[in-house]
T-cell receptor, first 110, second 114 residues
Framework: EDQVTQSPEALRLQEGESSSLNCSYT??????LFWYRQDPGKGPEFLFT???AGEEKEKERLKATLTKKESFLHITAPKPEDSATYLC???????????FGKGTSLLVTP | KAGVTQTPRYLIKTRGQQVTLSCSPI?????VSWYQQTPGQGLQFLFE???????NKGNFPGRFSGRQFSNSRSEMNVSTLELGDSALYLC?????????????FGSGTRLTVV
């Protein structure tokens, strides 16, 4: 069965303190790995899709990377507005659903 | 471009009642999926519809059902509500399924069962 595991569950950073979130997956034949950001009381917001090992994508202070077994979301010099839950997901076997990890709750304090 | 619209935003229901949630996808998106989100279980897939056909269903009891209309709008229904059904219900739309381009999510319906 496809599995997506995110770590840590929660992370507290000082403003400006860079760190990385991890998403490890076990799927047969990866067809893409998705990162989303979710603010409290809202739906997840799409950030990145990565398709092959070695691929990297950047958006402002965020950079996502992909290996054959895991993905990292690097946050450089975070600001309080980066506080949110970050979710990763991979397509199910059928391709008609995404299997989500349980997320990393990030808090960035001033 | 309008996003995914879910109504209502909040609902309070009593155990044993039934509830219907509505979702209007982004124009041109023919795939609509539903997820249940709870603090303990995270996002769990309920079902996916494409052109009025259910293509995939998650591991939920038969009390959870859905449908899609010819204009791609979708509804989900939960009958005989239980306390454990309290959750954020999220609708997500995509052009032809999430595998290629992922989803755009709505803001969700917060269901509280008392």
């Amino acid at each position: 069965e496809d599995q997506v595991t995110q770590s840590p569950e929660a992370l507290r950073l000082q403003e400006g303190e860079s760190s990385s979130l991890n998403c490890s997956y076990t799927v047969s034949g990866l067809r893409g790995l998705f990162w989303y950001r979710q603010d409290p009381g809202k739906g997840p917001e799409f950030l990145f899709t990565l398709y092959s090992a070695g691929e990297e994508k950047e958006k402002e202070r965020l950079k996502a990377t992909l290996t054959k077994k895991e993905s990292f979301l690097h946050i450089t010099a975070p600001k309080p507005e980066d506080s949110a839950t970050y979710l990763c997901a991979v397509p199910s076997g059928s391709g008609y659903a995404l299997n989500f990890g349980k997320g990393t709750s990030l808090l960035v304090t001033p | 471009k309008a996003g995914v619209t879910q109504t209502p935003r909040y609902l309070i229901k009593t155990r044993g009642q039934q509830v219907t949630l509505s979702c209007s996808p982004i124009s041109g998106h023919r795939s609509v999926s539903w997820y249940q989100q709870t603090p303990g279980q995270g996002l769990q897939f309920l079902f996916e519809y494409f052109s009025e056909t259910q293509r995939n269903k998650g591991n939920f009891p038969g009390r959870f059902s859905g449908r899609q209309f010819s204009n791609s709008r979708s509804e989900m229904n939960v009958s005989t509500l239980e306390l454990g059904d309290s959750a954020l219900y999220l609708c997500a739309s995509s052009v032809d399924g999430p595998a290629n381009y992922g989803y755009t999510f709505g803001s969700g319906t917060r269901l509280t069962v008392v």
